[in-house]
């Protein structure tokens, strides 16, 4: 996906945390690198666009929390 455009990937099955509280996501890349855009867009919703002429390999991390931290 070499020099590729910005993709977006909805993730499914999260919900609220216990007692309805709202829940945050996040992503980090062990090779950040490798990417121009690499972000939530929504707390459904991650976008990320390869950088200009990387190659490799990333372990992408994505994180649900509620208000908790759990």
Same mark, same amino acid.
């Given at each position: 996906m %070499?020099?590729?455009? %910005?993709?977006? $990937? /909805?993730?499914? !099955? $999260?919900?609220? !945390?216990?007692? !309805?509280?709202?829940?945050? $996501?996040?992503v980090?890349? @062990?090779?950040?690198? /490798?990417?121009?855009? /690499?972000?939530? &867009?929504?707390d459904?919703? /991650? *976008?990320?666009?390869? &950088?200009?002429? &990387?190659?490799?390999? &990333? *372990? $992408?991390?994505?994180?649900?929390?509620?208000? @908790? !931290?759990?």
């Open positions: %070499e020099d590729d455009v %910005e993709q977006t $990937i /909805l993730l499914t !099955g $999260i919900t609220d !945390g216990d007692g !309805g509280q709202p829940t945050s $996501i996040s980090v890349s @062990d090779n950040p690198s /490798l990417f121009s855009t /690499l972000k939530t &867009a929504t459904t919703t /991650l *976008v990320y666009q390869t &950088a200009s002429d &990387a190659n490799g390999r &990333a *372990v $992408i991390t994505v994180s649900v929390t509620d208000a @908790d !931290g759990t």
